[in-house]
């Protein structure tokens, strides 16, 4: 079992449809995040959740909606999609939220058609 | 703004030999740290190796290893004997001890060739 997982793989889906995204992490530890990775562009940080509490939210747009219902799993709610949404998004953890490293999981790759 | 920057998009070298990725970074802050990721190809991105910026010393790990410049906020990678295995793509990062915002720069492909 890998320390982070995240399904599904791939997910394509129109710009009506709702979707979610799953991220579990089996290493123990309290942060977790969620970062959009697009071609060509550095890894854009859109969540942090600390303990369960939401601590960052990057000036995402509304259509992106996180959830972390305990520490072990956060979700990402998707709807109403744009194209430009299309981009693979990682789920990373990490023990506590100053120092150390981030854990990274495969990530999703979503294409919003 | 506090930001990382890698200039080099994309970098090629052969497999047994050496090539260094750069990194340069913008902060106010005198504590933070700094990472080295690699994400090869449709894979997870995992970690090459770390640098506290209150440690002068270069981090080493087996091929990998950095040199740390604070005072020019400079921070290269260096890997010796490179493999195939080490095609990937390389994120340099800086994470603020204050903030715990960890902020990627573009990323450098490199491409070890047989």
């Known amino acids: 079992e890998t320390g982070v997982t995240q399904t599904p793989r791939h997910l394509v889906m129109g710009m009506t449809n709702k979707k979610s995204l799953k991220c579990e992490q089996h290493?123990?530890?309290?942060?977790m995040y969620w970062y959009k990775q697009s071609a060509k562009k550095p890894l854009e940080l859109m969540f942090v959740?600390?303990?369960?509490?939401?601590?960052e939210n990057n000036s995402v747009p509304s259509r992106f909606s996180p959830e972390c219902p305990n520490s072990s799993h956060l979700f990402l709610h998707l709807h109403t999609l744009q194209p430009e949404d299309s981009a693979l998004y990682l789920c990373?953890?990490?023990?506590?939220?100053?120092?150390?490293?981030?854990?990274f999981g495969e990530g999703s790759r979503l294409t919003v058609l | 703004a506090q930001t990382v920057t890698q200039s080099q998009p994309e970098m090629s070298v052969q497999e047994a030999e050496t090539v260094t990725l750069s990194c340069t970074y913008d902060?106010?802050?005198?504590?933070?740290?700094l990472f080295w990721y690699k994400q090869p190809p449709s894979r997870q991105m995992i970690l090459v190796i770390r640098?506290?910026?209150?440690?002068?010393q270069n981090a080493t790990e087996n091929r990998f290893s950095v040199n740390f410049q604070k005072a020019a906020k400079s921070f290269s990678l260096k890997i010796s004997d490179s493999q195939l295995g080490d095609t990937a793509m390389y994120f340099c990062?800086?994470?603020?001890?204050?903030?715990?915002?960890?902020?990627f720069g573009q990323g450098t492909t490199l491409q070890v060739k047989p």
């Open positions: 990373a953890s990490s023990q506590g939220m100053n120092t150390g490293e981030l854990f």
């Open positions: 290493l123990g530890h309290n942060a």
């Open positions: 959740y600390s303990l369960e509490e939401r601590v």
């Open positions: 902060t106010s802050e005198n504590n933070y740290y």
């Open positions: 640098q506290e910026a209150y440690k002068q």
């Open positions: 990062a800086r994470r603020s001890v204050n903030t715990g915002k960890l902020i």
